[in-house]
């Protein structure tokens, strides 16, 4: 034991003859000492459980790394190779699979919490808008990864995606054909979405991140009091970040590891057929977090669609500015609550919708047929 | 550290044993991470190879049946110098060819098809020739690359 | 002098063609428009026969008596054959194109060709099968004796009822084919599956005599022909007391399920207690059984393999095990039921092994699954520890 302490005294008087260790030891006591709001709950640990699944996809990430080749003739046998025969590969390329799904999801409820405890108004509007940028990223990490095993659905679920792009009046094939590096999903594509997937998003995401937890941490969390009225939280009710908070989030944590590695070993992640540039599969649909705007881009004529569809990001983007009541109790903004709820609403129809457009479903044994728009019909011998 | 001796331990404890889930928590997520990491049978990256022994223990216008990566492979040592292989799966219905000595020919034993000694159909119904692998002599081992 | 005849029609037709080349093929069309009209597809009209080279007369003449020139003539349905063969048995003209010359003789030794010779006008000439204008190369699939198209070609005939009545033949050949093995094959694709002509000839034309069936299939299934050739029935065959092949598997029928060809067997060795009845009996079970395995093997290979289990070497063994299986089919015509069982056990051994392997990675699959026990039971321990001590920390401060 006093080995250890006299351990620690030397590293502490060694680093301290070099660094200002006062200043340093001050700020990382008042930062783990920070109190929180009394309102603090289960609820607010979401951000922090996708800052887990962040170091989580970035940790297996670097592992698959190491076997994976993006080129067509070898990405799908490394991805075969990583699954089957490297010790332990299913397990981390499934952490990495859902990792992914339960990131978008975890953000989703990190969103959600904050819109519905007005979390974004003045003076935080900074950490909305860097925290919708980091939300596109993600969804950007998921659309570029989905590529990279080279199966016939994520050949032909990025040629979906990217003739989206295209559709785009005078700039889009332009776009396209960067976006590509070519005129079809081939090669140059996997190189260039491989770059973007391992080396570009990474560092942004970091760097938002980052940006992100500072002006979290410097001007603390979001109180329930109006506007320009904020009490800053002192006294017995508050909690402070360490260790109270931190335990917390260890439980919550420690739960939501065993429910992610019950599902990679139960959902293995299939990794199907190999891409095949000559033969579409049927009904091939975008990733769920896609489907939405997928779906409400069916409605509108090309040109107008793309119009209309950059309408809902800028509106969550630019929320701060718009909503200016200063209230943050959900009972006295009603306005904006039942506004929100029913994008919300909206967003999961249009997902519903999606998903089973142009498919035939049995419900109560009866046959509907879905068409492009999502409208189900009776299926004609069904009616016969 | 708090003065009641009886309090200490039982904090100390409690922490102790968390430390110790840490530990292990941290050894359980290790141990599958260098296990990955160690080399397996075949790599990804380079395009594996299967050996069909030593040359010498190859007679001249003989041919032999492999299995690499989980796909049968015939290599055929056409003269002193030269072998071919090819994937034996016959492209009329998926039979297993077989070399002929005799004859110098592959032949299907299912539908009497014939492939001459470059995997080109030649007779019967195979509509393609057998798809080839490349062969080489390496340090005296004749070496498949698939 | 033969060669001095050939020459000079050569140089006849040479001329000619020289001729053609050099006149507006238009002349004749501006007329007869209806004749012309397939002409635009037609390897003849590419290779400059036109319509004058069978019908003569002069494609430069713009009027028509010039042009008909006392000449111009319908071509008789029995003069068709010998016109076709002008060209068609030139050894010369059709060396560069790699075309056979024997057609004609093939023809008139053809139940086709013998009965139009007596004179019989309801037979089928170059003409009926090849079309007479617009003419295609066989290779081109919209030519009527493209193997897909040959069954439907044959059937125009062969499958009238009338017209097969009145020449003493039956007129279900088509239909049957229809339902055969062979007719699947062809539909699916496979261009090398026999058709009609496979098995009658195509110019020579004529159904097999029974001592030549085992021949005629033989063609395709060498080891069944092998195998047979070593039987009782083959020895019948030769007295001409079996009928080979298609005593069992019918001539257009092929019939290959085996309940189909165990009524075959039947029909003479009905008894009970025929020896021969015993053993049929037992190889039908032996095989029976071989395939249920294989397709076992088959289908659990495929479920595990959707659920996510890498299969790939199994995949390979069952391959293997394909080979053997498809082995006992021309087995079972050795009428041996210890080969068959032989090459029966060849290939269970084979699947045994494949079921081996899948029960380990089925094994390490529970353990997978198992695994997840213990992993909740840590994390949730964990949880506690964490929850207790944020309980006791809050006490103290309190």
């Known amino acids: 034991m006093s080995v250890t302490r006299n351990l620690v005294t030397f590293v502490r008087r060694w680093l301290g003859e070099r660094l200002p260790m006062d200043d340093i030891e001050h700020f990382v006591a008042k930062q783990a000492g920070k109190p929180l709001p009394p309102h603090v709950s289960w609820f607010h640990t979401f951000g922090s459980l996708s800052l887990f699944l962040l170091g989580n996809q970035i940790v297996t990430g670097i592992l698959l790394m190491v076997y994976y080749r993006p080129t067509p003739e070898r990405a799908y046998e490394s991805v075969h190779f990583i699954s089957t025969k490297a010790a332990f590969g299913w397990f981390i390329r499934g952490l990495h699979a859902w990792g992914s799904t339960l990131m978008i999801i975890m953000l989703l409820l990190h969103v959600a919490r904050t819109f519905l405890m007005a979390a974004y108004k003045k003076p935080r509007e900074l950490t909305w808008v860097i925290g919708v940028l980091l939300f596109g990223a993600v969804v950007t990490f998921g659309f570029t990864g989905y590529l990279l095993p080279w199966t016939q659905v994520s050949y032909w679920g990025t040629t979906i995606g990217t003739e989206v792009a295209g559709s785009v009046p005078l700039v889009g094939p332009f776009a396209k054909r960067l976006l590509l590096g070519g005129d079809a999903v081939s090669g140059e594509t996997l190189s260039r979405f491989y770059v973007v997937h391992v080396i570009v998003l990474p560092w942004v995401v970091v760097f938002l991140t980052a940006v992100h937890i500072v002006l979290m941490r410097t001007q603390g969390l979001a109180t329930m009091d109006p506007v320009g009225k904020e009490v800053i939280p002192e006294g017995k009710s508050v909690i402070p970040f360490w260790p109270h908070h931190v335990l917390k989030e260890m439980v919550v944590f420690s739960v939501f590891l065993a429910i992610m590695a019950t599902m990679v070993i139960l959902l293995p992640q299939e990794l199907g057929a190999k891409a095949d540039p000559l033969v579409t599969p049927a009904a091939i649909k975008p990733e769920w977090y896609i489907l939405p705007g997928y779906q409400f881009l069916k409605y509108f004529p090309k040109m107008l669609g793309l119009a209309v569809s950059t309408i809902p990001p800028l509106l969550v983007l630019l929320l701060p500015f718009l909503d200016r009541n200063p209230e943050r109790r959900a009972r006295k903004r009603p306005v904006c609550i039942t506004v929100g709820v029913m994008a919300m609403a909206a967003t999961v129809l249009l997902g519903i919708a999606g998903h089973f457009s142009e498919r035939s479903v049995r419900i109560f044994g009866r046959a509907y047929q879905f068409d492009h728009f999502g409208i189900p019909h009776r299926s004609p011998e069904a009616a016969r | 550290m708090s003065d009641d001796p009886v309090k200490t331990d039982r904090r100390t404890f409690l922490d102790m044993v968390i430390f110790g889930g840490l530990a292990a928590w941290g050894t359980a997520m290790a141990v599958p991470t260098v296990a990955y990491l160690w080399p397996a049978r075949s790599g990804s990256g380079k395009a594996a190879s299967v050996s069909a022994g030593p040359a010498k223990d190859f007679a001249v216008g ?17 003269s002193e110098e030269l072998f071919r292989a090819f994937s034996p799966i016959c492209s009329h219905l998926g039979c297993l060819v077989k070399w002929e000595a005799e004859t110098r020919t592959i032949v299907c034993p299912c539908h009497a098809g014939i492939f001459d000694l470059e995997g080109k159909n030649v007779s019967g119904p195979p509509p393609r020739p057998l798809p080839p692998y490349s062969v080489a002599v390496v340090e005296g081992e004749v070496v498949v690359k698939l | 002098m033969t060669l001095r005849v050939s020459w000079v029609v050569t140089s006849i037709v040479l001329s000619v063609c020289a001729a053609v080349a050099e006149t507006p093929p238009d002349a004749c069309v501006k007329c007869h428009e209806k004749e012309a009209a397939p002409e635009h597809v037609s390897v003849h009209f590419r290779e400059q026969v036109t319509c004058v080279s069978c019908h003569g007369g002069d494609s430069a003449a713009t009027e028509k008596e010039k042009s008909h020139a006392g000449q111009v003539r319908k071509i008789a349905r029995a003069e068709v054959p010998a016109l076709c063969a002008k060209c068609h048995s030139d050894v010369r003209l059709m060396n560069p194109y790699g075309i056979a010359t024997d057609q004609f003789a093939q023809y008139q030794t053809s139940r086709h060709g013998l009965k139009l010779a007596e004179g019989d006008q309801d037979v089928a000439t170059c003409a009926d099968c090849h079309g007479a204008h617009g003419i295609r190369k066989v290779k081109d699939p919209e030519s009527p004796v493209f193997p897909k198209n040959v069954p439907a070609t044959c059937a125009r005939c062969h499958a009238d009822a009338d017209l097969m009545k009145r020449h003493g033949l039956k007129s279900n050949a088509p239909k049957d084919y229809g339902e055969s093995v062979h007719a699947k094959l062809l539909e699916k694709g496979d261009l090398s599956a026999p058709t009609c002509i496979t098995c009658h000839g195509n110019h020579g034309a004529t159904p097999p005599g029974v001592r030549d069936i085992i021949h005629v299939c033989g063609k395709c299934h060498v080891k069944e022909q092998e195998l047979f050739s070593q039987t009782k029935h083959f020895a019948l065959t030769e007295k001409g007391e079996f009928q080979s092949c298609v005593t069992c598997h019918r001539n257009h029928l092929i019939r290959t399920k085996q309940e189909d060809i165990r009524k075959s067997c039947k029909l003479c060795h009905g ?108 994390l949730l321990g964990m949880a506690g520890l964490f929850w207790l001590k944020l309980g006791r920390i809050k006490k103290e401060a309190a």
């Open chain 2, 62 to 78: 003989t041919a032999k049946m492999l299995q690499a990566e989980g796909k049968p492979v015939i290599v055929i040592r056409v």
């Open chain 3, 271 to 378: 008894d009970e207690t025929d020896p021969a009845r015993i053993r049929f009996t037992s190889i039908f079970a032996t095989i029976r059984g071989a395939e249920a395995l294989f397709q076992g093997a088959k289908d659990r290979v495929q479920r595990l393999g959707h659920a996510g289990i890498p299969v790939d070497e199994e995949e390979a063994l069952l391959e293997e095990a394909k080979t053997g299986v498809l082995r006992l089919a021309p087995m079972q015509h050795t009428l041996d039921e210890s080969k068959v069982l032989a090459t029966a056990q060849e290939a269970e051994a084979t699947i045994s092994e494949i079921n081996r392997r899948l029960d380990g990675k089925e094994r390490a699959e529970s353990w997978k699954k198992k695994s997840i026990l213990p992993i909740w039971g840590f």
